[in-house]
């Protein structure tokens, strides 16, 4: 039997670049294991085909998953024109064809207002959603298909960036449970095509961009031992940074890690507010109450935050 690897306690948000051919939470455990953290959590699945942003959060910071998966998020997608798959990506057999030699790049551009903004989407046979307790894709690969109900979405923004050679790429900014295969579909089908998935990429997650970091990047990091690692984690308060925010001394803090709510100048009149302590770390997430004074909802302080 190995010996087990000692934990240790690891507080932050990694912008890890999840590889191609990596399960969301096969990406989480690896990650896990080499900062060798007690707890971790990621902020919303990437399928195997597609790569990019997965940010992961330690410790205290996974108190913020929820509030992540919530966030917008941006892709960049290259789909191959004139197939349609069972699955809607290079992973599913053929089972449509359409002849795209008339196909211009005006005619695709000219559809995609009608994508933009609030829409309805039908969600694929090929998800994680359930029906009657099992997983859509489970179903589907018995050769069931169910009736999906339409769920609106909202795609912020979408533009066509390639074109041509039978394929093209889009980049699109959107609201949480947009399927990217379900809009190439639909799309494609706009201008009386088929089209496919060929490649997914993540580029961001609301309110983080930038390039995130590699599995070998990491590996270098590890190499240079623990506190390396740790340098490249961001505070939990910049997942909050669109939040409204308000400091408090340690007087103040101490009160509201006991649960109790207190007045603080600067507060918003009413909505969600991030409270941080005086050197800017992220005490808690907060609600300011009828009386206006700002009650805590969820308490996220590292150890020695708010003295």
Request: aromatic residues 4%; charged residues 25%; glycine residues 10%.
């Amino acid at each position: 039997m190995k010996p087990r690897i000692p934990r240790r306690q690891v507080h932050g948000i990694l912008l890890f670049d999840k590889p191609l051919g990596l399960s969301s939470n096969d990406a989480l455990q690896r990650v896990k294991r080499l900062f060798r953290a007690e707890k971790a959590g990621h902020t919303g699945s990437l399928d195997p085909l597609a790569s990019g942003m997965l940010p992961i959060c330690f410790g205290q910071a996974t108190k913020l998953c929820g509030q992540l998966l919530e966030s917008d998020k941006r892709y960049t997608a290259r789909l191959r024109l004139g197939e349609k798959t069972v699955t809607g990506d290079a992973e599913g057999e053929i089972v449509a064809r359409s002849d795209t030699a008339g196909l211009t790049r005006e005619a695709l551009e000219a559809a995609i207002p009608a994508f933009t903004g609030p829409i309805t989407q039908v969600p694929p046979m090929y998800s994680a959603l359930k029906h009657q307790g099992q997983r859509l894709y489970e179903l589907a690969r018995e050769g069931v298909e169910v009736e999906r109900q339409p769920r609106t979405i909202i795609i912020h923004e979408l533009r066509l960036t390639a074109f041509g050679g039978g394929e093209c790429e889009i980049d699109v900014r959107c609201s949480k449970g947009t399927y990217i295969r379900t809009l190439a579909e639909d799309l494609a089908a706009a201008v009386g095509q088929c089209a496919h998935l060929v490649g997914l990429r993540r580029s961001a997650v609301d309110p983080f961009e930038g390039e995130p970091l590699s599995w070998e990047a990491l590996e270098a990091l590890a190499g240079q031992g623990e506190a390396a690692l740790d340098a490249c984690l961001l505070d939990a308060a910049t997942a909050v940074r669109g939040w409204p925010q308000v400091r408090v001394e340690a007087a103040r803090a101490h009160y509201l890690g006991r649960g109790q709510a207190v007045r603080v100048a600067g507060a918003p009149p009413q909505g969600r507010v991030a409270v941080l302590d005086e050197a800017g770390r992220l005490l808690c997430l907060a609600e300011v109450d009828a009386d206006g004074l700002v009650a805590p909802r969820r308490w996220l302080a590292v150890p020695g935050a708010g003295q």
